[in-house]
């Protein structure tokens, strides 16, 4: 008898549920704040700059300042298509490059770059 019940009572509460979802027919109309195309874009632009999400990167050396400069204007005359800098991490100046999506393109590159850089490596930066 208790099994009964418990059956009839859920299966009420579906149909009622169900019910319930078909009668909530009509518009609905969203207000949305007038930041959030801005936002949306800086988050953009975040992520293409790799300040945020998860991305990989190449380094080719780690020393002084003036090597860095050296090895950074040799990298952009052989490979201007992707991005270089030179990053201060304390003690030394590191020039990076790209800011690959995935291992895999930043694999790609890599072999081209090691080419020419023997040193270079794949790395994924720590997020600050």
Request: proline fraction near 4%; hydrophobic fraction near 40%; glycine fraction near 4%.
């Amino acid at each position: 008898m208790f099994r009964k019940n418990k059956i009839a009572i859920t299966t009420a509460l579906i149909i009622g549920a169900i019910a319930n979802t078909i009668a909530q027919e009509g518009q609905v109309s969203i207000q949305q704040d007038e930041t959030i195309p801005a936002l949306l874009e800086q988050k953009s632009e975040m992520v293409q700059d790799g300040v945020i999400g998860e991305r990989y990167r190449i380094q080719l050396f780690s020393g002084d300042n003036n090597q860095a400069s050296k090895v950074i204007k040799e990298y952009r005359a052989l490979f201007p298509h992707w991005s270089s800098t030179i990053v201060f991490e304390t003690p030394n100046y590191k020039v990076w490059i790209g800011n690959f999506r995935n291992s895999l393109e930043a694999d790609r590159a890599l072999l081209e770059i090691k080419k020419s850089f023997p040193a270079a490596f794949r790395f994924r930066p720590e997020k600050r």
